[in-house]
């Protein structure tokens, strides 16, 4: 039982404090693993991978997915309720008083002052990103330390969404997998 109030604890204070988006939940996720130990760098690589190829919100989807990740379906509500409880309460008190206040210069001078801050939340948690699943900073040699078939894998998807931007994302989510088979075959 202690287990699943901090499990709720844990994902409500994400979400009553994340701003911007899913992605911006990510440096919690980080400290959530760096603190607890309930998973590892690596293993939230892999849950945002698959948050990211799921429909629905990535904020929620992580939610759920490290919450089954930890007490299977128990975990899954408990989390995603977490998550999105502070949202909820938030959104009932504050949709009525911010028509009022939108015009007032404070609350424009904070909204101001979120983006970028919110800005340096999500490229921060992408640098965690191409960190863990581009380098081993703890190999030694060039070629042990950069993964080169993901900077490849990287560097065709960034040049491929670059040029078509017309595409839906999931052709290139689903590009990316095949190309990962491809490539783990053939290591």
């Known amino acids: 039982m202690i287990f699943y109030l901090q499990l709720f604890w844990e994902f409500f204070k994400t979400g009553l404090f994340t701003v911007g988006g ?12 760096n603190r607890t130990g309930w998973y590892t760098h690596a293993q939230l690589i892999d849950m945002i991978a698959v ?30 309720f977490a998550l999105v409880l502070p949202t909820i309460i938030i959104a009932l008190f504050v949709a009525r008083a911010l028509d009022r206040f939108r015009k007032n210069p404070l609350v424009n001078s904070a909204f101001y002052g979120l983006r970028p801050a919110v800005c340096g939340l999500i490229a921060n ?43 839906h994302p999931i052709v290139f989510i689903a590009s990316g997998a095949v190309l990962g088979i491809a490539v783990g075959a053939l290591l």
């Not at 989807?61 to 975990?75: D, Q």
Request: aromatic content about 16%; glycine content about 10%.
């Open 22 to 33: 899913g992605l911006a939940a990510l440096p919690f996720l980080y400290d959530i693993s």
């Open 51 to 80: 948050s990211e190829s799921t429909p629905g919100p990535i904020g929620v989807n992580m939610a759920t997915y490290v919450g089954f990740t930890l007490a299977k379906i128990p975990g899954s509500l408990i989390a995603t």
């Open 125 to 167: 948690a992408c640098w965690g990103i191409v960190r863990v699943s581009m380098f081993d900073f703890n190999a030694t040699g060039f070629f042990n330390i950069v993964n080169i078939p993901a900077f490849i894998i990287f560097g065709a998807a960034f040049f491929l969404i670059r040029r078509y931007k017309k595409l």
